[in-house]
């Protein structure tokens, strides 16, 4: 028999006082946080995928134009600090607006930028303006959905944003060919403003349910340990996907020479195969919960297998030098660590009790520092060093550590 889930939110039971047409929690799901992740998934890999031509455009350094790429991680972590509050305190709905309209702002404003410095406070920008986005949507999925729901439709906003990077790498390219880097980084602002339309729409047309405050939230049994050990653990699984979210489109090319096409859908490859492996994950996990095993077991042991197997398999791709045995290699490690993603952040749900916000908020900043400082200094090692073997013990480490503190993750307490 599976153990009941407490819900310190219940899902769309509640009265939201919402308008008829935003009352169903798909529809949300559909209109709302899928469109605003897709979109942001290619915003966001925009700069990681054009990084190439942009370094060739400017003459930067390998190091030059990492720092322009990890200027958005580093503000988009600062930044996840306050996001839980920002949520709270206008409503997720709102601050999911208000985001949507700043990123796409900053986004128009990366058109202009002709210098390197300029780049680095666009890239910034829009990391302040994405912040508050994926707490938003994680408050919005606990309010409307039940949790024998939430591993699947946690997979399926994962998935949006996998999607949005596979379609986004061959469609920058496309753009960035065909009319300019510049063009292209306006149209994605443009379409961005559009879709503020319908977040503003959803913001003005539904009322945020009431959270129940519980000031001991984080001082009950096992309570901070879970928001270390999960945030430390996604910390590690995103230092290692970090090389596909930053460094991928630059080793393919600077290593084995690639044009920027095949490079291009390369990237969109393994993408699409973390894509595919966030959906299996998120409803798996969910399947092994209704036949009854226990949250833990039903979701730290796939984050264990994805982040192992994810760093195991990256780890002896970067010692390949065939691109045709490299690219297998790398893949197989892409489908290891969507499933760790889905672990991690079906973790956060199930266990965050009601500081969901802030373990998700701690989660999302450790996260995005890993994606700005371990590329960066993964990068500078190759740079100084001339190959990519301290890279490559970066990643054993951090896979190893990862696993460590997956492990030590533990459950709700039970009365």
Known sequence: MAMQISDALSPARQDLKAGRHWSNPWLILGLVLLPAIFLMAIDKQAMVVMAPLIQNSLGCSLGQITNIISAYSFTYALCQLPAGWVCRRLGAARTYALACLFWSLALLSTAFASTIAELILCRALLGIGQAPDWTAALITLK?????????????????????????????????????????CFAIYGTVGILLFGILLSYSRSVAEPSAPQNGTALTEPFALSRLYTIGSAYFCLMGVEGFFLALFPLYLRNTFHLNMSHVGWYVSASYFVILLSKL????????????????????????????GGGTAFLAVALLTSSSAAMLPLALIAAAFLGLGQVSIWSCVQEFGGAS???????????????????????????????????ADGILVFLGVAGIVALACVRGPVRA
């Open 143 to 183: 309010q409307r959905f039940r949790p024998i729901h939430r591993s699947s439709v946690i997979a399926i906003l994962l998935a949006a944003l996998s999607l949005g990077a596979v379609i986004g790498a061959p469609l920058s390219v496309f753009l960035m060919t065909s009319l300019s880097w510049r063009l």
């Open 356 to 390: 969901t916000a802030r373990v998700s908020s701690w989660t999302q900043f450790l996260g995005n520092l890993s994606i700005a400082v371990v590329p960066l200094a993964m990068s500078w090692s190759v740079t100084f060093l001339g190959n990519w073997w301290l």
């Open 280 to 307: 299996f994950g998120g409803f798996a996990s969910d399947m092994l919960l209704r036949v009854g095993l226990s949250q833990w077991h039903a979701r730290v042991p796939l984050g264990i297998a994805g982040l």
